[in-house]
């Protein structure tokens, strides 16, 4: 396999240049994963311009879904990255652990919002009838799914591109599921 080198900043467009200068402001680098989008003149500014619009979610919701994708997924760079913010966000290590595993026995709207993460990225979009009434019986709307699922495409395409690319890992890796005794 050919390996997919991240690029740095002089190795960018001058447009990604610009983008890179953001990231390093707001985040105090630029991840690896999109540094590597910066291949493509317009990859990382579309993908950033998505991942900005609103959303009917609190950030803790958000990684809700990042996390239990991420896992059905098996993206560990993606968990690496949602487990340092969602940390950052408030939950435990214990609770991230929980979310991986698509459930949140801490919180029930939270829970009802994991298995229904998880059920549509397990079965390719056509999340199961129980995590659809679950979900709605949680109290979330037709536009909170709406919500939902953008962001399950939004994880999605990082798990894939990170599987793809095989990009280095520059959070701190989250073990595997089946090492954490859980």
Partial sequence: MSTFNVPTKN???ENNQAIFNQLEKGL???????????HSETALGNFLA???GKTSFSAKEKEVINLAVSQ????????????????????TDA???ELRTGNASFDSKLDALSKFAKSVALNRGAATQEAIENFYEAGYTKGNLADAILLIGEITITN????TTEVPV??????PLESLSI
Avoid: R, W
């Fill in 95 to 97: 609770q991230i652990i």
């Fill in 50 to 52: 998505f991942g900005q």
């Fill in 28 to 38: 105090g680098f630029v991840p690896n994963l999109y540094a590597s989008f910066a």
């Fill in 72 to 91: 059905v997924n098996e993206c560990v760079y993606c968990l690496s990255a949602h487990t340092a913010i969602g940390k950052m966000n408030g939950f």
């Fill in 11 to 13: 190795e960018v467009s």
């Fill in 170 to 175: 520059d959070f701190p890796v989250a073990e």
């Fill in 160 to 163: 894939y591109f990170h599987k």
